[in-house]
């Protein structure tokens, strides 16, 4: 079993930029696929971005390529998103979510296939 715990949220202006880390309880997180996914209050949760088990290939949402990275850092057991450019609409809780695949270029976007959830952390923008 894997724990995920999420920091780096805040209140910041539209335009500004926020960190977003996902910090895992196990050195097996290398295994696992990850996911970042977001639920603004009223709204169905939905899937922001995602990262392989070896950190070599990703997958965005359509609003937010251009402006989201994904990355991670086995090493450090860690995967972080870099949110650019934020928008008032950004404003959401943002989960992240881990999933072991057998396959270091697996790439999971749908939220049912991940086993491993993170508490969230909240990112508010401000117009």
């Known amino acids: 079993q894997v724990q995920l715990v999420e920091s780096g949220g805040g209140v910041v202006q539209a335009g500004d930029s926020l960190r977003l880390s996902c910090t895992a309880s196990?050195?097996?997180?290398?295994?696992?696929?990850v996911g970042w996914f977001r639920q603004a209050p009223g709204k169905e949760r939905e899937f922001v971005a995602a990262?392989?088990?070896?950190?070599?290939?990703?997958s965005y949402s359509d609003f937010v390529r251009g402006r989201f990275t994904t990355s991670r850092d086995n090493t450090k057991i860690a995967v972080y998103l870099q949110m650019n450019s934020l928008e008032v609409e950004d404003t959401a809780v943002y989960s992240c979510a881990a999933v072991p695949v057998p396959t270091s270029s697996r790439i999971v976007t749908a939220a049912y296939e991940y086993t491993h959830w993170g508490r969230g952390t909240q990112v508010t923008v401000s117009p």
């Open positions: 990262v392989s088990r070896s950190g070599g290939g990703s």
């Open positions: 196990s050195r097996t997180f290398a295994e696992y696929a």
